[in-house]
DNA sequence: ATTCGTGCAAATAGTTTGCAGCAGA
DNA sequence: TCTGCTGCAAACTATTTGCACGAAT
């Protein structure tokens, strides 16, 4: 998506939560559509200067406009990405045990069809109703061998 | 595996790390070996009196013994299982959005053979070397509906 | 005996929040 | 203009660690 057009769609998601559209939430926006990783939080305020505060409230209100997603790996360190529906990349996660990099993964079709059926056979057996998926590939990385 | 068998592999995965078997652990292994599902610590505190600190401890030489598996949700408390070794269940789990539930759910040969295809590829692409997966089918469960 | 484990309390790391001032629709 | 956002600092929560005592080999 064009870079202009990402944007009139956050503030479009924003608006609908009487949210407004500011710089920094730009930022962030920003830093996240430069990047193909979920990113952290520290990564985050070494891209843009910006405080910390500032930076997890407006993820927070980003996150409930489904404008950004939060990813969680292996450390405890949160990461944030575009979300699917602004990104338009449905994908998954490989994520290193050494030093808990996580890098963005092409879903497969075939995957994603073998997925669907067992996330139906799961609903009909334990009463839960799937809506959404995570899929991440552990191992490592290239820095780390 | 027979409650007996279950405690000398973990006595023998201990010793080979020079580490004792002792009552706390044995403690910590009979609570993760009663359920089906990863347990949070307050959960495990709850079934088995003991200093928060000695389970956190014991948590993590369980898990370098190889007998527990720290399992990451979405909320931050962290959740603990036996380790597959251990319990022989490959398994996956379902992950409920609202309440931050997580229940256990079997492996599907079909999925497993997908992912497997998967992982193949995007060791190749990335020089990323995978040794491991994670599927979590997230939504909500029957008590949040 | 000597090494390793325990329990308490204090420390730490990541994240969240109260509040006074500033900015965007 | 008026409601909501920002920035600072303090608060919070989950987890980790130092240290002196106790237990296992």
Redesign the pocket.
Known sequence: MARKQLHEQV?LR??AL????????RSLVEVLADTDRPM???EILAARA????????????LGEAGVVHRVVATD???RFELSEALSGRHHHHLICGVCGMVADMDASPRLERALAEAAKAAGEGAGFEVTDHRIDLMGSCSDCR
Chains 1, 2 share one sequence.
């Open positions: 503030g924003l608006a009487d949210q407004r559209y500011t710089t920094s939430r952290t939080i520290s910006l405080p910390q505060s500032s930076a997890y409230r407006n993820l927070v209100v405890d360190l949160s």
